[in-house]
């Protein structure tokens, strides 16, 4: 592996990192408070093409690789980590349509999302299915030459602000996992109604929603891929989701190291810097290896995707050391600041409410350790 980025990677994570510190970490209180992202920051981002990274640009992409997309994340989430996932989310669905749509899907979606002129949402989790994507109950029936949806998504991030939906649904009840299809759909489809949006513990800047679904008519062409293969895409859409995530936990956790390391430098107890205390040194020692531990498991992940090689194992294992590095360190973010730690003036407690959703979200750290053990029992 080559751990040192191109020069015009370097480049773009230099200029996002600027762009994340100007514009974005300053109004990260107020996203997380106002519970919205700001248009102009979502069009900025646009503009600076973060929606299309690690897509050709024969699309309207940046042609880069997805090391170098998880690189930038990274800086996003270091700032506010509910404008990374927004991102991660729509990549999620981008992602789908490139790897499994047809040639007419593809220039048909694939320009206004990668451009980030649309935004897009990928709805899997349903109310009673969680890690349990069998369980599913949406279902697709083929009448005529239409698909007749119905069902309900939840925790569909991006929900209310998308153009472009990627849905999962049983098209053979009788198959469990192997009777799932996604299909394409658009926002002013008839039979399309996003619920309200939910207020979380943490992200809350990002837009999550429930979305129900009554009687909603696709043609055939909306359909991606063959009938039935959808469980499959959809593992190898979470397998690079993971990475994703495992970079959004990477810039939490950094931006807790970082706060901590400002705050044991200014802060005075028993007539001395608390820096000087062993009981503090052994925290930011402990945060600082295992942040470099977690990008690195992120970084050989992002370098297999790239290389067409199979990282299912490695990207699982990025996602659960880099979540639980980043509530590790949140966690001793606090400690180190006390009781500022706990109120809103001091941004840890943001990082904090945060990094949880890391160890849910796109499989738990349960899901996430028996992925794991299966690949390495095979």
């Known amino acids: 592996m080559d751990f040192d980025h191109s020069e015009e990677t370097k480049l773009l994570v230099d200029t996002v990192k600027k762009f994340a510190e100007k514009e974005i970490k300053p109004i990260a209180c107020e996203i997380d408070v106002k519970a919205a992202i700001p248009q102009d920051i979502l069009q900025k981002t646009s503009e600076m093409g973060l929606f299309g990274i690690p897509f050709p640009e024969e699309f309207g992409g940046s042609g880069l690789d997805y090391s170098s997309f998880i690189a930038a994340i990274e800086e996003i989430a270091a700032a506010d980590a509910s404008v990374a996932l927004t991102i991660l989310a729509h990549t999620l669905c981008t992602n789908h349509i490139f790897l499994f749509g047809n040639k007419e899907q593809k220039n048909k979606f694939l320009p206004p999302l990668i ?148 705050y044991a430098k200014e802060r005075k107890q028993f007539g001395k810097l608390i820096k000087e205390f062993q009981a503090t040194q052994w925290k930011l020692s402990d945060m600082a290896a295992k942040i470099d531990a977690a990008r690195l498991l992120a970084q050989r992940a992002a370098y297999l995707k790239t290389k067409g090689e199979k990282f299912t194992k490695e990207a699982s294992m990025a996602k659960l050391i ?57």
């Open 115 to 262: 451009k980030g002129e649309e935004i897009g949402a990928w709805a899997l989790t349903e109310p009673s299915s969680g890690s349990d994507a069998g369980s599913m109950k949406t279902t697709a029936k083929k009448s005529g030459s239409n698909w007749n949806l119905n069902g309900q998504k939840l925790f569909t991030t991006n929900g209310s602000r998308a153009n472009t939906f990627v849905i999962l649904a049983k098209t053979d009840e009788s198959k469990g996992t192997k009777g799932v299809s996604a299909f394409i759909v658009e926002k002013d489809t008839e039979g399309l109604k996003i619920g309200k949006k939910l207020n979380k513990l943490g992200l809350r800047g990002s837009d999550t929603v429930e979305v129900f679904i009554d009687n909603l008519k696709l043609p055939e062409e909306n359909l991606i891929g063959k009938v039935n293969k959808g469980f499959n895409q959809t593992m190898e859409i979470l397998d690079a989701g993971r990475i994703g995530i495992s970079a959004l936990a990477i810039g939490i956790a950094r931006a807790s190291l970082q706060a901590s390391l400002k």
């Open 322 to 378: 880099s979540s639980e590095t980043a509530v590790m360190c949140a966690n001793n973010a606090v400690q180190i600041h006390g009781g500022y730690g706990y109120i809103t003036e001091y941004s840890v407690e943001r990082y904090f409410r945060d990094a949880k959703i890391c160890e849910i979200g796109e499989g738990t750290s349960e899901i996430q350790r028996i992925v794991i053990a299966r690949e390495l029992l095979k």
